[in-house]
């Protein structure tokens, strides 16, 4: 699986957000994950999906993403920690102590794109 990222949003989430690009990428693996389409974003040429879930260092993260090539690459547009709304809908969900769990994949390439 091939993940990638615009390089500005690498250093823009890194910066703004505290997100690190990787850690962004491992909830997309996570078992206990809620995703929803966005619709506000979505066009007809790319449909855009948004997910909430814990990272490996234990934070609720909100991850926008869309998926390229027919589903074998993923583009991570944004990540940033989970609003108070999210992490409450998360916890009614799977619970308020949850530790990251990740299905069993193999080690995915991780691309960082430098577009400007």
């Known amino acids: 699986?091939?993940?990638?990222c615009n390089g500005f949003k690498f250093f823009y989430n890194r910066?703004?957000?505290c997100v690190p690009f990787?850690?962004?990428?491992?909830c997309i693996f996570s078992t206990q994950t809620i995703y929803f389409d966005d619709l506000r974003h979505s066009t007809a040429?790319?449909?855009?999906?948004?997910?909430?879930?814990?990272s490996p260092s234990g934070r609720v993260l909100q991850v926008g993403f869309c998926k390229r090539q027919n589903g074998l690459e993923t583009r991570i547009i944004s990540a940033r920690?989970?609003?108070r709304k999210e992490r409450k809908w998360y916890a009614q969900k799977y619970g308020d102590?949850?530790?990251?769990?990740a299905v069993k994949?193999?080690?995915?390439?991780?691309?960082?794109?430098?577009l400007w």
Request: aromatic fraction near 10%; proline fraction near 5%; avoid cysteine.
């Open 15 to 17: 910066i703004v957000h």
């Open 81 to 83: 920690p989970a609003s």
């Open 105 to 114: 994949h193999d080690k995915p390439t991780i691309r960082v794109r430098y």
């Open 45 to 54: 040429m790319e449909r855009r999906f948004n997910l909430i879930s814990v």
């Open 1 to 4: 699986m091939l993940i990638t």
């Open 22 to 26: 990787k850690e962004a990428a491992e």
């Open 97 to 101: 102590y949850v530790t990251f769990q």
